[in-house]
């Protein structure tokens, strides 16, 4: 029988991570429409616009999807902006872990994690990928 290969587990402070992701939140350039937790070097990165269409179109690819109840508004220091988190019906990795960059946001859930700045970035993302569920959320009535 094939061994399953595991992430290696990491220890994520919430405070320091909440205070970086707020930083790089307020500096997004007009080019930028979202920032997110690249895993592999723990470091919050901006996510230009040309890059979320390369990765909206893997997520296509994939499968991905955003569950409704996955998807909120959320401040963060003193600006607002939409958490949504994507998960995939085929493991890809770092989505079969819990998301430390949602769980930062009060979301503790498994995928990866994004906050976009505004409502047409996150249009943007759900009309490209889908989003489903039945759970009720005002964002989408």
């Known amino acids: 029988m094939?061994?399953?290969?595991?992430?290696?587990?990491?220890?994520?402070?919430?405070?320091?991570?909440?205070?970086?992701m707020a930083e790089c939140y307020k500096s997004l350039r007009s080019d930028e429409c979202a920032i997110t937790l690249i895993r592999?070097?723990?470091q919050i990165n901006a996510i230009s616009n040309a890059q979320?269409?390369?990765?909206?179109?893997?997520?296509?690819?994939v499968g991905a999807r955003?569950?409704?109840?996955?998807v909120r508004e959320v401040t963060?220091?003193?600006?607002?902006?939409?958490?949504?988190?994507?998960?995939?019906?085929?493991?890809f990795e770092d989505t079969d872990s819990i998301c430390p960059f949602s769980t930062a946001l009060g979301l503790l859930v498994s995928g990866i994690g994004y906050l976009v700045k505004d409502r047409k970035a996150l249009d943007d993302i759900i009309n490209a990928i889908g989003v489903e569920g039945?759970?009720?959320?005002?964002?989408?009535?």
Request: no cysteine; hydrophobic share 30%; glycine share 4%.
């Open 134 to 141: 039945a759970t009720p959320n005002p964002l989408f009535s």
């Open 40 to 42: 592999s070097n723990q």
């Open 2 to 20: 094939p061994s399953k290969k595991m992430s290696k587990p990491y220890i994520v402070q919430m405070g320091p991570l909440r205070k970086e």
């Open 66 to 70: 955003a569950r409704k109840s996955n």
């Open 52 to 61: 979320m269409k390369e990765q909206i179109r893997l997520f296509k690819l």
């Open 76 to 91: 963060l220091g003193d600006k607002k902006g939409y958490l949504v988190v994507i998960q995939s019906p085929e493991k």
